[in-house]
Every structure is written in structure tokens, then in C-alpha cells.
Nanobody
């Protein structure tokens, strides 16, 4: 029904930057929020950032505030995550997700569709 494809992951040195993209396709007929989460092996998936359809409402995890910026291009059904001042603790698989009620949510279970993830590795 709905597909999400992340891109832009890779390896970067501490202090560097990466920009993740996530393109949505399929049966999307109404406004929806989008979010980014991350996960490392053996730990639960954690919230990173989310944005409403209009872009007015945004939310960030405390650990990334001031370093990461979420944005979106609705004409392209794409959400972005600009990540600056990366550190080794940001190493994880990053997932994008869609929340169909256009609520900026932080909980994993509130999201309806997920991408396959893209690996981000930050080396010291």
C-alpha cells in the first residue's frame, strides 16, 4: 500500500554531517505526519524527529536538538533529516515513518508505515 525508501546513510567522522532522505509512494490520500527514528542492536527503536504535513509543527529528541533538522517537500512526498555535528552516539540504523492522522508523535506504536532503514556510522 505505502512504501518508504530511505537514502543518504553512510559513514562519517565525528563532527561531520549527513542528510537523510525518505521518499514515500503508494496510497496516500490525506495529510500525514512523518518521523525519523533510530535503533542500535539490542536496544529499542527511539524517536529522533517528526514533522507535520504543513511543516509548522516539529518535534525533536533532546539528544539531537540544535544539531538535527527535519524538513519535508510534499510535492515530492519526501522528508529529510539534516544531521550536523554528528558524534559516535548517533551511530544507528535510521528509519522514517508515516503517521496518518497528521499528529507529531514520538511513540513508535503511533506510526503506521515504516521504511527499511539506512545505516549511519559515525567514527571517532
Amino acid at each position: 500500500q505505502v512504501q518508504l525508501v530511505e537514502s543518504g546513510g553512510g559513514e562519517v567522522q565525528a563532527g561531520g554531517s549527513l542528510r537523510l532522505s525518505c521518499a514515500a509512494s503508494g496510497r496516500l490520500f490525506s495529510r500525514y505526519a512523518m518521523g525519523w527514528f533510530r535503533q542500535i542492536p539490542g536496544k529499542e527503536r527511539e524517536f529522533v524527529a517528526a514533522i507535520s504535513w504543513s511543516g509548522v509543527r516539529r518535534s525533536y529528541a533532546d539528544s539531537v536538538k540544535g544539531r538535527f533538522t527535519i524538513s519535508r517537500d510534499n510535492a515530492k512526498n519526501t522528508v529529510y533529516l539534516q544531521m550536523n555535528s554528528l558524534n559516535v552516539d548517533d551511530t544507528a540504523v535510521y528509519y522514517c515513518a508515516i503517521e496518518l492522522r497528521d499528529y507529531v508523535q514520538t511513540a513508535v506504536h503511533e506510526y503506521d508505515y515504516w521504511g527499511q532503514g539506512t545505516q549511519v556510522t559515525v567514527s571517532s
